[in-house]
């Protein structure tokens, strides 16, 4: 159920509405918007007192049932859109925020060139994995520790904040200590007590779309995030299993218009991984931005032949300026900048 406040009232009225909503035990989540306040009480109606009786309050304005089955993610809650804030950066506003790096950091040497190459060309993330989920265990499964140690390093040297994956609740606390923002990757979409462990942590969430989820399976999983108080959620496409088998996945489009109409919270889209290949990741890039996504997550790797992941899907350094040069005048057709 919304509770939606009057006009006006006081910081210490919307507290103890929240009370009344926690003492007929449910849970209550503020949203402030432009023009009005309102609370959200989240949890199960059956065997609770009836929230609408708080319509009976001088400072309750109306008491609405929300329909979607995602509560705080949804836009019925929340009609403004979400602005993630990272650092200086800023995503679901007017940038369309170019996210790069390694699919996976190898070296100090690696991602320290890829940093410097993706920053001079308008890049405000850097991205790269130090924890890799991998299809085969005999694959290359990141280097760990070390790797959270590069990043710091190329953070340290750029300024760039940094994305990085978390993959096992044991490495919550080495991971934080690094990333600006978590990434639960595609396939740990699903693992609900990672999401509610990253719904208590204190930095934004990067979340990406299951291989075999419906667009309301990743809303259902950001709400286990924004549920438990984190609501620094960017959501992220990046392809889809179908039947298909000349793309690596099959980016769903659709997706980008669906998911902002039936959420507030940004979204952004993985060109790479759905491309398998170098070649399609501009027009996918193109597609994602002209759909209205808030930002885009590329690899990018000095010399992919030598890659130990992903070598055929990653973009060289050397033509990541032409490939931002595109995007960049995509999204000012758009009414957007790259920064
Ligand atoms: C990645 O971004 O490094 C990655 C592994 O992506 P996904 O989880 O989408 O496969
Ligand atoms: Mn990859």
């Known amino acids: ?23 007929m035990g449910y849970g209550p989540h503020v949203i402030r918007g432009e023009f009005k306040t309102i609370v959200a009480a989240v949890g199960e109606e059956r065997g609770r007192p009836d929230l609408r009786l708080l319509e009976a309050l001088e400072t309750v304005e109306s008491v609405m049932p929300v329909q979607q089955p995602f509560k705080l993610a949804s836009r019925e809650v929340r009609r403004e859109s979400s602005e993630v804030r990272i650092n200086g950066v800023t995503v679901g506003a007017r940038d369309v925020v170019v996210m790069a790096g390694p699919c996976s950091v190898e070296s100090e040497a690696q991602v320290l060139e890829v940093a410097d190459a993706v920053k001079a060309s308008g890049a405000k993330i850097l991205r790269g994995g130090a924890y890799k989920p991998r299809t085969s265990p005999y694959a290359f499964q990141g280097l760990g520790e070390v790797a959270l140690e590069y990043l710091k ?3 340290d040297e750029t300024g760039l904040p940094l994305v990085t994956e978390l993959m096992d609740p044991r ?11 978590i990434q639960i990757g595609a396939r740990n979409m699903s693992n609900f007590s ?37 609501s620094q959620v960017i959501l992220c496409e990046r392809g889809i299993k179908t039947f298909e088998t000349s793309t690596r996945f099959t980016l769903d489009i659709s997706a980008i218009p669906v998911l902002k109409m039936e959420t507030h919270l940004p979204v952004i889209v993985d ?18 931005v002209a759909a209205g996504a808030d930002g885009i997550i590329v690899e990018v790797h000095p010399r992919p032949e030598e890659a130990l992941c992903d070598a055929a899907q990653q973009i060289p350094t050397a033509d990541f300026p032409a490939f931002a040069a595109e995007i960049r005048a995509l999204a000012s057709l758009m009414g957007r900048t790259i920064g």
């Open 194 to 230: 990672l999401l509610s462990e990253v719904g208590r942590a204190p930095k934004p969430v990067l979340l990406k779309r299951g291989l075999s989820s419906s667009v309301e399976d990743l809303l259902m999983a950001a709400e286990y995030i924004v549920k438990e108080g984190n």
């Open 1 to 23: 159920m919304i509770i939606v406040l009057k006009s006006g009232i006081s910081d210490a009225d919307v507290q103890d509405v929240c009370q009344r909503i926690t003492e």
């Open 153 to 155: 390093e190329a953070r």
């Open 171 to 181: 490495h919550v606390e080495a991971v934080l200590d690094v990333a600006d923002v």
């Open 271 to 288: 060109p790479s991984h759905p491309a398998g290949r170098r070649d399609l990741v501009l027009p996918l890039a193109r597609a994602a």
